[in-house]
């Protein structure tokens, strides 16, 4: 009780220190399970297309009107002075809309206090971090303090206008209800699955319409649009930036060309280039539910006989031990290859976190040495998936995304990006493989 008063008397400290800044933005936060990172960033460019500046606070990257720069700090919200001295420079570099992940973790923390959120979106809810809210329904509950919260607050007034209280939310996800029940001045779901609604509240319901290798078409609300970033599951973040979009009035056609102008959210489903013949994707996906999405989606980029190699770990720490081996036999099924290597182990013994991973791997059919393999030092794990890779094949990497260090026992923190590192291993392969052919010997990696 007296931690969560600190919290509270610094988020109030902080608010008013920074001069209250978010009663001069229109805030849209994002909450859910995975998909927020991306939504948040397909939001923002939606909402540059009306012509106005924006902010966004994300677990990838930091934007204060035309300024953009990654967030190195392993933090989705930060600390409460930082987020409203962010705000408050957004109101000097004359922004009109905020983007905020919202984290279940920054709600305990009252981290979002002072946001004078306008608009809220639910993407999803999983089990991810329920451990440390005391169980699921407290986790769901936690997180729809900022839709109870919407209606407590007055609309704020821009161009003499006042700024409408929105929720959107995801029908295809069983939480969803419980989420549009909180009152709002308007209300809208996004579905692939129904294309039906309850009165008052609006639908928009995807279909996609192709794929290829650099994104795909869908369509929603009886209009084509296109996503320029790899994954299936994107077009439910494009379906929420559409119903935020609708939401500020910005037509169908400034919408789809923001969904269009993002050709790339760093650490998610980016591609790691060096010349090889086959792809390697760096992927933040570290629960799962993201991780049964993404091997999915991954089976439309490869041809038939292709296989997919995944690399896996779990953070350390004591975090949220109940998923590794449902993250390991999701892997073993999904996936024809498994490596598993370090996270961030923090205090905890990686080698005992990787057999928890094993274990589940092995429940899906998988066996040490020929299909699963344990390397945890990171560097090897990465090295032995681009090992098992030939023509036509993926190596997906996940966990970390764009994070800059592994932390270890001690606090210490290791500088680390899987995507510099991925690229140097490539490199060696390639250089390897130039000179074997040059001599007529084949050279096998070796991680």
Known sequence: MFKKFIHLFLARAAYI???????DLIVVGVTGTKGKTTTCRLIASVLEQS????GVLSTVEFQVGEKRWLNDKKMTMLG???IQSML??????????????????????????????????????GTEHSERHGGFENLKRDKGKIFADLMKTKNKIFGEQPVSKVIVANIDDPNADYYLQFPADKKYSFSFKSPNTKEGIQNIAGKILSTD???LDFEADNFRFRLNILGEFNVNNALAAIAVGQSQNISKEKIAAGLSSVKLVEGRMELVNAGQDFKVIVDYAHEPMSLTELFQSLRHLIDDGRKIISVIGSDGGGRDKGKRAKMGEI??????FVVITDVNCYDEEPV?????????????????????????????????????????????????GTEPFIAVYGGAKIPWDDRRVAKEILKELLSKNSASSESGDTVAWQG
């Open 17 to 23: 220190w920074y001069g209250r800044p978010a009663r």
């Open 352 to 400: 005992e976190i990787a057999e928890m991973l094993a274990k589940g791997a092995r429940e899906a059919g998988k066996k040490s040495g020929i299909d699963l393999f344990v390397e945890v030092d990171r560097r090897e794990g990465i090295a032995k998936a681009i090992s098992l890779a030939t023509a036509g094949d993926v190596v997906v990497i996940t966990a970390k």
């Open 213 to 215: 290798d650099s994104g």
């Open 88 to 125: 408050k420079d957004m109101v000097k570099a004359g922004c009109r809309y905020a983007v905020v992940e919202t984290s279940s973790e920054g709600i305990l923390q009252y981290r979002h206090y002072g946001l004078l959120y306008d608009i809220v979106v639910f993407t999803n809810l």
């Open 331 to 336: 892997a073993g099924r999904l996936t024809d």
């Open 51 to 54: 012509g106005h500046k924006v």
């Open 80 to 82: 409460r002075g930082q």
